[in-house]
């Protein structure tokens, strides 16, 4: 085992699979610069930097991928993968369809997610909700670096085209760069359990589809992803000393999502409470209820999302994005009804 | 020109935007902050023509822009700090910044000013003949596909824009240069618009370019496209990491090129050759530190000021009174905060 920060242990998957896989290549903006310690070690024809030019460099990355590579395009905030929205909903997610299933799109796009650093409502969004509405892409948000490197592992190992979530305030690299900018003056809720953590040696996948009970609970049970899952655990122990067993589950993936274990933790408990950081109507915290409904599980349902545009100034920004007070709050809603 | 307004209307800018870095480095500025400091000139030779009705569509980086239309300071300030009295009710922050009285918006999104701006210039041919837009943006924006499509349609409806490029030759570590090909103007040109090349740190130059542009287009010809040359005398953002590694050379190796070389030394990966190539262009991004520091000889605001430097005591003056409306305006955004600090505790 290894102690590695969240950025780095996706860098040391990344570097495991580049290494045994020649068809690896990195392309985005910056990413010579961004990704220095790859390029120094694979070259620069497998470390490319684009122009601006995310309409061009992910839709040519999807044939790329067609062709014969296994391109990692990076966009660098989801927010800017709007620009080249085409590229994933017409192209990436339905030409494996489209094609009959005679020509696969081994894609995973890498983008940077999350808010909580003030940094106004056009670069702090999650959107995996939107990107997993798509059919034919897989979604993934890892909240801790074993996750992290595992899911990056699994989606170069995928056959068909990944979105890869890494939330800002989990990987050092963004918070530095966007949030702090090298200052010592401002400070930002990290969660260290996410930030870094214990690592394998030699990295094995983490399946894609597969959510982790990262807390057992009897009374309810709080779904999350990404740095929502470390409120939610932090949540836990609050409730733990009001007598409240709470469990947590980390989705770790939005699509292809892990029915099984949820409807399975829901079914014991009777109470299910999505926090998702990303936007709540029509999306994911919906879907989950949905699922469950589906599955003719019955349970109390609340959840803990992000209802409006993102603000900058901070105090506003912490109301809006989920946090462990508005967590409890919700808690304590549910277990006061229908208990 | 009024060589004197231009040079006040450029020294309030660069005060105001030095003031903000201050606040920002006490960390009482959330997020990243691209400053407009090194763009005065060509801010100020295109803005400071406009005229009422007329719209402007702007950057991440509009800051200045807005000052010099006229837009408040105080609520400008009051925005970064996020306070609910800022020009957006502390909802947007420096990169999207609204004053529809200006008809001026900004966008965070690389390119999104150029579509902005032709919508603009539309309405205007129905509802305001004779007014122009503007849209500002860097040169890293012209390879975006939004960009240079709006550039298509200005053409082709032959609305009356003005695109100014400010060209600072960089995208954060990446050289523009090595992912584009062709100058700007004579792409712009095969789109079909005028297009000129201006020194974007003469301000005498750039407003002579943008007289010319904005006739033309108040006169129903159409678009132009202006390219003009500047420099980011705070680099991309505050805290951009090639000028601090100029800064404090030491502790920013400790933190990225130890790893890298770690990276270079492990075992699996490309040929020594290959590695020594991804060395050369690494090492390329980090040479660009002390240059980033030396663009300082290139400050617009020095060649505006020389020009009137033969009346020493109109510009102390002026500076003078400059250096305290910014002072003023730092103070009572400041102090109606730690009032309001004081009020919550």
């Given at each position: 085992?290894?102690?590695?920060?969240?950025?780095?242990?996706?860098?040391?998957?990344?570097?495991?699979?580049?290494?045994?896989?020649?068809?690896?290549?990195?392309?985005?903006?910056?990413?010579?610069?961004?990704?220095?310690?790859?390029?120094?070690?694979?070259?620069?024809?497998?470390?490319?930097?684009?122009?601006?030019?995310?309409?061009?460099?992910?839709?040519?990355?999807?044939?790329?991928?067609?062709?014969?590579?296994?391109?990692?395009?990076?966009?660098?905030?989801?927010?800017?993968?709007?620009?080249?929205?085409?590229?994933?909903?017409?192209?990436?997610?339905?030409?494996?369809?489209?094609?009959?299933?005679?020509?696969?799109?081994p894609l995973v796009v890498r983008t940077a997610a999350g808010g909580g650093y003030g940094d106004g409502g056009q670069h702090e969004q999650c959107l995996w909700g939107w990107l997993a509405h798509i059919p034919g892409l897989a979604v993934v948000v890892p909240s801790n670096p074993a996750d992290a490197g595992g899911l990056m592992l699994a989606a170069l190992q995928q056959e068909s085209p990944v979105v890869y979530l890494e939330h800002k305030l989990l990987a050092e690299n963004w918070l530095n760069s966007l949030g702090s900018g090298g200052r010592k003056t401002v400070q930002y809720d990290v969660p260290q359990q996410g930030a870094r953590g214990q690592v394998p040696g030699t990295w094995t996948p983490t399946p894609i589809g597969q959510a982790a009970i990262v807390r057992e609970g009897s009374d309810m049970t709080l779904i999350s992803l990404g740095v929502s899952v470390h409120r939610c655990l932090e949540a836990a122990k609050l409730l733990k000393e009001q007598g409240v067993s709470a469990g947590v589950i980390d989705l770790r993936t939005v699509c292809p999502l892990d029915v099984e274990?949820?409807?399975?933790?829901?079914?014991?408990?009777?109470?299910?409470?999505?926090?998702?950081?990303?936007?709540?109507?029509?999306?994911?915290?919906?879907?989950?209820?949905?699922?469950?409904?589906?599955?003719?599980?019955?349970?109390?349902?609340?959840?803990?999302?992000?209802?409006?545009?993102?603000?900058?100034?901070?105090?506003?920004?912490?109301?809006?994005l989920p946090s462990t007070n508005r967590i409890l709050v919700a808690s304590q809603q549910l277990l006061e009804h229908g208990g | 020109m009024d060589s004197w307004l231009v040079y006040r209307q450029m020294l309030r800018s660069r005060l105001f935007e030095e003031a903000v870095a201050v606040l920002w480095e006490h960390g009482l500025i959330s997020g990243e902050m691209h400053l407009g400091t090194g763009e005065e000139a060509t801010v100020a030779g295109v803005v400071l023509q406009l005229k009422d009705g007329d719209a402007m569509a702007l950057d991440h980086r509009g800051t200045a822009a807005l000052l010099m239309r006229g837009v408040d300071p105080y609520l400008l300030l009051r925005e970064f700090l996020g306070q609910p009295d800022g020009l957006c009710n502390g909802m947007g922050g420096h990169m999207h910044l609204f004053a529809p009285e200006y008809l001026a918006a900004s966008s965070g999104i690389v390119g999104a000013s150029g579509p902005a701006a032709a919508g603009f210039a539309l309405a205007s041919q129905y509802l305001r003949p004779g007014a122009v837009s503007v849209a500002f943006f860097g040169e890293g924006a012209t390879n975006q596909g939004m960009l240079l499509e709006s550039l298509n349609l200005a053409a082709v409806w032959q609305l009356p824009v003005l695109f100014v490029c400010k060209d600072n030759a960089w995208e954060i570590t990446t050289q523009f240069s090595s992912v584009s090909h062709s100058g700007l103007a004579e792409r712009a040109h095969g789109f079909g618009m005028t297009a000129v090349d201006v020194d974007g740190s003469n301000v005498e130059a750039v407003w002579e370019a943008a007289r010319k542009a904005i006739q033309l287009a108040r006169q129903g010809g159409g678009p132009t496209f202006l390219h003009a040359s500047c420099v980011h005398l705070h680099g991309h953002f505050l805290g951009d990491q090639l000028l601090r590694l100029a800064d404090d050379p030491f502790?920013?190796?400790?933190?990225?090129?130890?790893?890298?070389?770690?990276?270079?030394?492990?075992?699996?990966?490309?040929?020594?050759?290959?590695?020594?190539?991804?060395?050369?262009?690494?090492?390329?991004?980090?040479?660009?530190?002390?240059?980033?520091?030396?663009?300082?000889?290139?400050?617009?605001?020095?060649?505006?000021?020389?020009?009137?430097?033969s009346y020493p005591e109109q510009l102390l003056e002026l500076e003078t009174a400059i250096q305290l409306e910014i002072q003023q305006v730092t103070e009572s955004a400041l102090s109606s905060m730690l009032a309001q600090e004081g009020n919550l505790s």
């Open positions: 085992m290894r102690n590695l920060t969240f950025a780095n242990a996706i860098e040391d998957a990344l570097a495991q699979a580049m290494s045994s896989d020649p068809r690896i290549i990195i392309l985005g903006e910056d990413v010579r610069g961004l990704r220095a310690n790859l390029l120094v070690r694979f070259g620069p024809e497998r470390v490319r930097n684009t122009p601006i030019s995310e309409a061009a460099f992910l839709g040519a990355s999807v044939t790329a991928a067609m062709a014969g590579l296994r391109p990692v395009v990076e966009i660098m905030l989801v927010d800017f993968i709007a620009v080249a929205m085409d590229a994933l909903l017409n192209h990436a997610a339905k030409i494996e369809a489209l094609s009959g299933g005679r020509w696969k799109v274990t949820i409807c399975k933790e829901v079914g014991k408990t009777r109470r299910m409470l999505v926090v998702d950081e990303d936007y709540q109507g029509f999306g994911l915290s919906g879907e989950l209820a949905a699922v469950v409904l589906e599955a003719g599980v019955s349970a109390r349902y609340g959840r803990v999302c992000t209802q409006n545009t993102i603000p900058f100034a901070r105090i506003l920004e912490d109301q809006t | 502790s920013e190796m400790k933190t990225s090129t130890l790893p890298m070389m770690k990276s270079f030394l492990r075992r699996r990966g490309a040929p020594f050759g290959v590695r020594v190539h991804g060395i050369r262009h690494a090492m390329t991004i980090i040479s660009q530190a002390p240059a980033r520091k030396a663009i300082h000889k290139k400050d617009p605001l020095l060649a505006a000021r020389m020009k009137l430097e």
